[in-house]
């Protein structure tokens, strides 16, 4: 597996870099002009047009600037999809059951869901003889679903889709410098050898190409340009994964896009933690050790 | 088998389900678990096969009461899902009784490997605790449960605290660290320089974490003491259908064995002569009294007022010879030509 990364801003050394690295699917995806089928946060869009006009401190300004919106439980999200206006967007519940939603203009609400896990929203269209789908998961709140996610994921919903290995659990986040894994399917069946770009909001790209398991693994970059202390005080970045496959008839592009979080190790030391932890062991060892005049004698 | 041999292979096998349950009942049943059954082991261990039930309470507080509060909301709204992870501890608190602590619960379990590296080290545990640090000890667990589970984190709700006390318990708990670190994430062992709170609680859970590594290998279970698990369970004890009976005789007062086989130190458990319920606040019903008690029936642990185990003198002569081999089996015996171990205790 080949991982390169680098930052849009600098496309042009880079693209020459990875030309002479031999990273030539990841040159041959950047030069790809057709727009890539994207769902994402609005908030996420408007910072993501903000960095296409030169701002990675904009966006992270911007996002710090917003205030917490009180969360219902059981109401729909907002999401918009980009590059997708003549797209069928599709929301697949925990059980498998689907429901079309109505785009309005590139913007979309997901239905009320009737109970609670991970959703799906599955965004597809036909350009002539290329196929693109756009994949979101979505933890809604609801009633207990009684369904795994595992299942939902594992579910064939588009022809060419990456699948997340799985979606993080509940309490987890997909988190900057942390290694997840994804695997690329076609109608169901894992995809060898396929290239798949990680992209980020701020900017990164990261290539790895699928194994015999269809598996690709991916560690997510540590990105974010202005990093407050403090988990809250940093919003979260989105990233999307692309993959492109050919048929002898047809052409696919799927994207699966998630948010991602600021990496804590930036205002967390490891080495004090440990250092603290061992001034507990001396001084527990001294306290306990103060009473080892007093020794069981028939202890039981 | 004796009963304590029993309970080991019970607490490692449970210890194995709490920390890397995921693997064997997958990555998402465990949120079913948790949803269902809020009472077991850690949210911030990625394989774990539970939950603790003190993470839910906390963020219900916040999230649910204080902020209703705060808003005018509809009160019985905002604390019925307090009711609902109550209600479900309680369905398992039924049936399991205390014995969580004692049988299932992971760093009761960790403790007592700890212990028992201990004892082979040569660390000689003391006989028991003195009595005055057991009663001073004995509030801090209601002190932990009232205002770190449930104070603080209302608090935060009404807007009145800082937003990292939401979980202030979660931040100081041993478990967090160790489930973590059992599977290989030091993700958890840090000092948190976010802001002064973040920086005091995590100084203070480190420092409890190594404190309570080096107390346990010679103290029996420092910091089941203070816990607020236990807390929680004694106050619905009385529920419970397992528990632990006394019929006292006249024998009972000039024995007391069954107070040094406790390892929460429990001297009640020998000086209750007149009540038959002997589940005491801080007992975990481990059964290491009933073992230790040579009276026939006197200790006996009941489920649904039905014995399950009781004591008796053939039973009292075979485990003391066994915890004696086992305590004769030291690093430092091995020098010399010793008696090999019949059992472990």
């Known amino acids: 597996m080949k991982i390169v990364q680098h930052k849009r801003s600098s496309s042009l050394p880079v693209v020459l870099l990875c030309s002479f690295l031999g990273a030539t699917a990841m040159v041959d995806a950047m030069a790809n002009t057709t727009p890539r089928m994207i769902i994402t946060?609005?908030?996420?869009?408007?910072?993501n047009e903000h960095q296409h006009h030169g701002g990675h401190q904009q966006h992270g300004q911007q996002g710090a600037q917003q205030q917490p919106r009180p969360r219902r439980r059981g109401a729909g999200k907002q999401l918009i999809l980009k590059n997708g206006e003549g797209a069928v967007v599709k929301f697949w519940a925990p059980d498998l059951s689907t429901t079309e939603v109505a785009l309005e203009g590139n913007r979309f609400t997901t239905p009320k869901p009737a109970v609670d896990n991970y959703h799906a929203l599955i965004a597809e269209q036909q350009i002539g003889n290329l196929k693109q789908a756009a994949i979101r998961y979505m933890y809604m709140r609801g009633k207990p679903s009684k369904e795994s996610p595992s299942k939902l994921a594992a579910a064939q919903k588009t022809e060419l889709e990456i699948e997340p290995a799985p979606i993080p659990r509940e309490h987890h986040r997909y988190m900057a410098n942390k290694v997840w894994e994804f695997i690329v399917r076609f109608k169901g069946e894992p995809l060898s050898g396929i290239p798949v770009m990680l992209e980020t909001s701020q900017g990164s790209r990261v290539e790895a190409t699928s194994n015999d398991a269809g598996l690709v693994q991916f560690t997510i970059p540590d990105d974010f340009s202005e990093v407050k202390p403090g988990r809250r005080k940093n919003p979260a970045a989105e990233l999307s994964l692309f993959a492109e496959y050919k048929t002898e008839s047809a052409q696919y592009e799927t994207t699966l896009s998630a948010a991602y979080h600021v990496d804590p190790d930036h205002w967390r030391s490891k080495g004090w933690g440990v250092a603290v932890a061992g001034l507990g062991l001396v001084v527990g060892g001294f306290v306990g050790g103060i009473g080892r005049g007093n020794k069981r004698g028939k202890k039981q | 088998m004796n009963l304590s041999v029993f309970r080991k292979l019970v607490q490692i096998a449970a210890f194995g389900f709490m920390v890397y349950g995921s693997g064997l009942i997958g990555y998402y049943t465990v949120d079913k678990f948790s949803n269902a059954l809020p009472a077991l082991s850690c949210a911030f261990n990625h394989n774990t096969g539970d939950y603790c039930t003190?993470?839910?309470?906390?963020?219900?507080?916040?999230?649910?009461?204080?902020e209703t509060i705060a808003n005018d909301g509809n009160l019985l709204q905002g604390l019925m899902p307090t009711l609902i992870t109550l209600g479900t501890f309680l369905i398992l608190f039924v049936f399991l009784s205390k014995a969580f602590c004692g049988w299932i619960c992971p760093l009761g379990t960790f403790q007592e490997l700890l212990s028992m590296l201990g004892q082979k080290l040569g660390l000689q545990q003391r006989e028991s605790v003195n009595e005055k640090i057991v009663k001073r000890t004995r509030p801090v667990k209601w002190l932990a449960l009232f205002f770190l589970v449930f104070f603080f984190p209302i608090l935060t709700g009404l807007g009145y605290a800082s937003h990292d006390l939401v979980d202030p318990?979660?931040?100081?708990?041993?478990?967090?660290?160790?489930?973590?670190?059992?599977?290989?994430?030091?993700?958890?062992?840090?000092?948190?320089?976010?802001?002064?709170?973040?920086?005091?609680?995590?100084?203070?859970?480190?420092?409890?974490?190594?404190?309570m590594i080096a107390l346990a290998l010679t103290v029996r279970q420092p910091f089941c003491r203070i816990c607020p698990m236990l807390a929680m369970n004694a106050t619905f004890r009385k529920i419970g259908l397992l528990k632990l009976a006394k019929n006292a005789t006249s024998r009972c007062e000039k024995c007391g064995l069954c107070a040094k086989a406790c390892p929460m130190d429990i001297r009640e458990i020998h000086t209750e002569m007149v009540k038959t319920e002997v589940t005491f606040e801080d007992c975990t019903l481990c059964g290491r009294c009933v073992e230790f008690c040579p009276d026939k029936d006197v200790l006996q642990l009941k489920y649904a007022t039905i014995?399950?185990?009781?004591?008796?003198?053939?039973?009292?002569?075979?485990?003391?010879?066994?915890?004696?081999?086992w305590e004769k089996a030291t690093l430092a015996s091995l020098k010399q030509p010793t008696v090999q171990p019949e059992a472990k205790g």
Do not use: E, W
Request: a positive charge.
């Open chain 1, 41 to 47: 946060k609005p908030s996420a869009a408007a910072s």
């Open chain 2, 54 to 66: 003190l993470i839910p309470f906390q963020h219900q507080m916040a999230h649910r009461v204080g």
């Open chain 2, 169 to 211: 318990y979660c931040k100081i708990c041993p478990s967090r660290i160790l489930t973590t670190l059992a599977n290989g994430n030091t993700d958890q062992l840090m000092v948190d320089q976010a802001n002064p709170v973040t920086m005091g609680f995590s100084i203070f859970g480190d420092f409890l974490f190594g404190l």
């Open chain 2, 307 to 325: 014995p399950v185990f009781s004591a008796s003198s053939d039973y009292f002569k075979k485990r003391k010879k066994a915890q004696k081999a």
